[in-house]
């Protein structure tokens, strides 16, 4: 078989997350969506938030190039001209804060956007551009304080909680997630439309940066489930919590006609990216089988998942003409032990499936990425695995069955070689798993 015209595995599968990236570019899926806008007049003021927040402002100020702004971005991204440019003449204010565990910068500007959303006047339109990471960037603490709120976050990602667990109980202790913020601004008699980024399965825009401007399906009573499965106590937040249950505090906004003023799409998903990778592969002369974008759980078991499916195909025989590469998406999550080594959800993944796989003495490359450019606590973005790299790290002495109980994948692959580091992409539409069988 052969992967011309890329002589080496790795250059195919770093050039199919490029590409990927490049196709699913935040700035083009917003500029291609404003381009079919049939409102004629320019929203009032535009909201950007999450990992994309850049990338989509600066295509909304291309379109829109006096209307005021705010934007809360993760630390590590960098400014456009356009932006920069913007920000400088005081067109609009930036706020960068900490991801995934909120900071005092990120409450600071939630706080100054409800002030803007409170002077907007009646029919004025919000432009919001959301994405992943918002959450975080997101927090303006109800009922607790923001030491607790970290204290909360910490326990939960180390938990193993799904996004939608997290955010679940986020959404009940902010005055912006969950429909707030969206309530905030319809009570002036505004209207909303909301342009968002998905990095969640199902592509549900109430879980997407905790939904600030969609109804929110869930209940005080849900977030307090969350925590009894997980076996969190943290009184302040149960106390606030409980209170909610009683009927003491306002539930987050439940569907209804209130929202009709409100127009929420989803402009991008993880579903996206895969077809841009696997276009790219089979442009380069590799069969390409997208397995699906909902993958989720523990690292560890879809690992075995996806090497059971990869000796399937072996067992079965690959074509002769050209090799197969097996795409899936999702987001796994990892339960973290007591003293957690570097990594993230991509590179424990990868990890687990070098172990799985050894049993078989057949080739295989692949490549576990997060599409945002980060993987866990580590400076990946996640990491390659290549015929060889158990007997490497073997020769350098390096165990992968240790590293993998002590969550310290980011040190084996970087040790390897094995690590991809991209920094910060200015995107987040989840996770891309690219596995080739030769």
């Known amino acids: 078989m052969s992967l011309a015209p890329f002589a080496d595995p790795r250059a195919l599968l770093e050039a199919t997350y490029g590409a990927a990236l490049r196709a699913t570019d ?14 004629p007049f320019p929203p009032a003021l535009i909201l950007a938030f999450g990992k994309a927040s850049l990338p989509m402002l600066d295509a909304a100020l291309a379109v829109f190039p006096d209307v005021r702004f705010l934007a809360l971005a993760p630390d590590g991204l960098d400014l456009s001209p356009g932006v920069q440019a913007a920000v400088q003449a ?3 204010e930036l706020h960068f804060a900490r991801h995934p565990v909120p900071d005092e910068r990120g409450v600071r500007g939630a706080m100054r956007l409800l002030e803007l959303v409170s002077g907007l006047q009646p029919g004025a339109e919000l432009l919001v551009l959301g994405s992943g990471g918002g959450s975080a960037l997101l927090c303006a603490p109800w009922g607790i304080t923001l030491l607790q709120k970290q204290a909360l976050t910490r326990d939960l990602l180390a938990s193993g909680a799904s996004i939608h667990d997290l955010n679940t109980v986020r959404k009940h202790l902010s005055q912006v997630k969950g429909g707030r913020l969206a309530q ?11 342009l968002l980024l998905s990095d969640v399965i199902g592509d549900d825009p ?8 969609v109804p929110d399906p869930s209940t005080f009573a849900d977030a307090l489930t969350v925590l009894d499965r997980f076996g969190l106590d943290h009184p302040a937040v149960r106390a606030h919590l409980h209170r909610g249950v009683q009927g003491e505090l306002s539930e987050t906004p439940k569907p209804g006609p209130a929202f009709a003023a409100v127009q929420t799409e989803v402009i991008g998903s993880n579903r996206l990216l895969l077809e841009a990778a696997a276009a790219h592969l089979e442009a380069s002369g590799v069969r390409a089988i997208i397995l699906g974008d909902a993958f989720e759980g523990e690292a560890r078991e879809l690992a075995a998942l996806h090497a059971a499916v990869l000796r399937g ?25 007591p003293t957690p080594g570097i990594g993230g959800r991509n590179q424990e993944f990868a990890l ?31 990491a390659f695995l290549t015929p060889d790299s158990l007997e490497r790290a073997h020769a350098l002495g390096l165990s992968a069955a240790d590293a993998l109980v002590r969550h310290d994948s980011g040190s084996f692959f970087a040790a390897l070689g094995d690590a991809l580091t991209t920094g910060p992409s200015g995107q987040n539409l989840n996770d891309l798993r690219v596995l080739l069988a030769l």
């Open 26 to 39: 935040a700035g083009g899926l917003v500029r291609a969506r404003l381009q079919q806008r049939v409102n």
């Open 90 to 92: 005081h067109q609009g």
């Open 184 to 194: 905030a601004a319809l009570q002036r008699g505004a209207v909303i439309t909301a």
């Open 206 to 213: 109430s879980v997407i940066a905790s939904g600030p401007t």
């Open 313 to 337: 195909v072996y067992t079965l025989g690959t074509p002769a003409a050209a090799p197969v590469a097996l795409l899936s998406g999702g987001e796994a999550t990892v339960t973290l032990g």
């Open 352 to 382: 687990a499936l070098l172990l799985d796989w050894a049993e078989l003495n057949r080739p295989v490359w692949g490549l576990s990425a997060g599409s945002d450019g980060i993987d866990g606590a580590s400076a990946a973005a996640g």
